[in-house]
Nanobody, 122 residues
């Protein structure tokens, strides 16, 4: 069972990035999938969640980020637009079965990707 995240990089403020997370060893259809991020010195926080094609977003990214799933490729994506310096963090994908009201709780996820660095310059 593995999650492999990629797509991070260095972009200027206002730019865009698309993160990808490919799953192997299990089907994403059976899980809720989330993106979390962790900035230096801060706790890991939920960014977005999707299950049964219904998304949820943290208030800080609503209207800027879009989560999507490709069941045929067993992958999820996070399109990040209008990036801000405060979006700088290591981004992780995770798979679990949380209830939607608790999607941002890290302990409810069984599988984690290795993280990909996103740096937004001001």
């Amino acid at each position: 069972v593995q999650l492999q995240a990629c797509g991070g990089g260095l972009v200027p403020a206002g730019g865009s990035l698309r993160l990808s997370c490919a799953a192997s060893g299990f089907s994403l259809v059976d899980y809720g999938i989330a993106w979390f991020r962790q900035a230096p010195g801060k706790e890991r926080e939920g960014v977005s969640f999707i299950r049964m094609r219904v998304p949820s977003y943290a208030d800080s990214v609503k209207g800027r980020f879009t989560i999507s799933v490709d069941n045929a490729k067993n992958a999820i994506y996070l399109q990040m637009n209008s990036l801000k310096p405060e979006d700088t963090a290591v981004y992780y994908c995770a798979a679990g079965r949380p209830v939607r009201s608790a999607w941002f709780t890290t302990s409810l996820y069984a599988y984690w990707g290795q993280g990909t660095q996103v740096t937004v310059s001001s």
